[in-house]
């Protein structure tokens, strides 16, 4: 089912859904062009499958289909107007974010297993500020830090790039709802702004990138 759309400004909108119909509910409703359905028909799992075609419910949501989206090798997603669009799922949820501006979105399901993975995805400079005595706090924070990570490789869709070593996130408390980047790579400072919420137990980030580099 539809869950939420955001209109977070005139040319830029959030839409979730929450996955909760079968897959022939699913199928029934989109239309699909002939290389989706080679793709859906390859997938393993019947939960990538019902998330995959709930994509395709948001895009018709938005008044768009699959007909017009298109993978480019890296296997990011374009609209053929001149719209961005990147698309997330996780589990029971999905969603897709379309801006005239260059942006990438994010879903996780929070789970304290994110502590042990820390160290890989986490800078010293973003350790000084999260407070690991406040378990549930530090789980949430730290979820917010991976998809903000994940949202912004999902813009830059650029080889190298190091969760750890080139994308850095400022300070930020839970009830702010948004902070910002840094991605340092290639001789380039690309700055963004960021928004995150948490939804049920998961937790939806999405970035917009400052400047046109
Ligand atoms: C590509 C990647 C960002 C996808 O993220 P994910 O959390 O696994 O999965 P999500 O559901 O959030 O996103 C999947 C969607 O991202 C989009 N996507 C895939 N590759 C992409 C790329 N290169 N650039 C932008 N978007 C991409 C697709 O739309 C895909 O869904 P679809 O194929 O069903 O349309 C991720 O797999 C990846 O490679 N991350 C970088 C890994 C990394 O550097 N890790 C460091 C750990 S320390």
Not at 27 to 50: A, C, D, G, P, Y
Not at 67 to 90: A, C, M, R, V, W
Not at 92 to 117: P, W, Y
Request: charged share 30%.
């Amino acid at each position: 089912m539809l869950y939420k759309i955001v209109q977070y400004n005139p040319t830029t909108k959030i839409l979730i859904w929450k996955i909760t119909e079968s897959f022939d509910e699913f199928f029934s409703q989109v239309i699909l062009k002939e290389k989706t359905l080679e793709r859906l028909q390859s997938m393993k799992s019947e939960v990538h499958q019902r998330a995959f075609l709930s994509v395709r419910k948001l895009l018709q949501e938005a008044g768009h289909n699959d007909l017009q989206l298109h993978y480019d090798e890296f296997g990011k997603p374009h609209l053929e107007n001149e719209t961005h669009i990147s698309i997330t799922h996780s589990f029971d949820f999905s969603a897709i974010i379309l801006s005239d501006e260059n942006v990438g979105i994010d879903i996780e399901l929070r789970r304290e297993k994110v502590i042990l993975i820390a160290e890989k995805f986490v800078d010293e400079s973003e350790f000084r500020f999260l407070d690991k005595e406040k378990k549930e706090d530090y789980v949430s924070r730290l979820t917010v830090i991976w998809g903000i990570k994940e949202a912004i490789f999902k813009i830059r869709n650029e080889k190298g790039i190091s969760f750890k070593d080139h994308i850095f996130v400022a300070p930020f408390e839970m009830k702010d709802q948004k902070t910002k980047a840094l991605l340092t790579f290639a001789n380039l400072n690309i700055e963004f702004d960021v928004c995150f919420e948490e939804i049920e137990d998961y937790t939806l980030v999405y970035a917009f990138q400052k400047g046109n580099q």
